[in-house]
């Protein structure tokens, strides 16, 4: 077996789609509109619907809450369109506990309006728009990750 296969084992070309769309729809969105389309923030515009708290009540929410909703269904349409186009209809499935998947979710949202954004928000939308803090934010990402893949494979071994 080969690394990519091993990498990849469903393949690979839906992965480059899947970046060349998201890619695309990001540099369009900012190039025609200005608007940087992190999912952070329209997770928060969202919420400034339903919660009265002065966090979710904020102009920059407010004002963009129509097209952030539009952005959210395209991105939720564009899942549907892969399933049943590219999947043969197939759901993928995770072995990871729902408790687990719930826990993640809070600490990545909290990480998220922590760093003033998601990785991917960062990394596709920040660096993309040329924002320098951007950069800083990738960076420490990554450097985060590698130490802790590489602490993983260490204790998974018997080493740490």
């Not at 009265?52 to 549907?80: D, I, P, T």
Request: charged residues 5%; glycine residues 16%.
């Amino acid at each position: 077996m080969t690394l990519i296969e091993t990498l990849f084992p469903l393949g690979w070309q839906h992965y480059l789609l899947g970046g060349l769309t998201i890619g695309a729809g990001v540099a369009l969105l900012y190039l025609f509109n200005g608007w940087v389309g992190g999912m952070s923030t329209v997770f928060s515009s969202s919420w400034s619907l339903v919660s009265k708290r002065a966090f979710f009540q904020q102009e920059r929410f407010l004002n963009s809450r129509s097209w952030r909703l539009v952005y959210a269904v395209g991105v939720v349409l564009g899942a549907l369109v892969w399933r049943f186009a590219l999947a043969g209809g197939e759901a993928q499935h995770t072995s990871v506990p729902v408790w687990q998947l719930l826990i993640g979710g809070f600490l990545v949202g909290y990480g998220a309006r922590l760093g003033n954004g998601c990785t991917s928000g960062h990394g596709i939308c920040g660096l993309g728009s040329l924002q320098l803090p951007s950069l800083g934010a990738v960076l420490t990402f990554m450097a985060t990750a590698f130490l802790t893949a590489n602490l993983m494979a260490l204790t998974t071994k018997g080493l740490a």
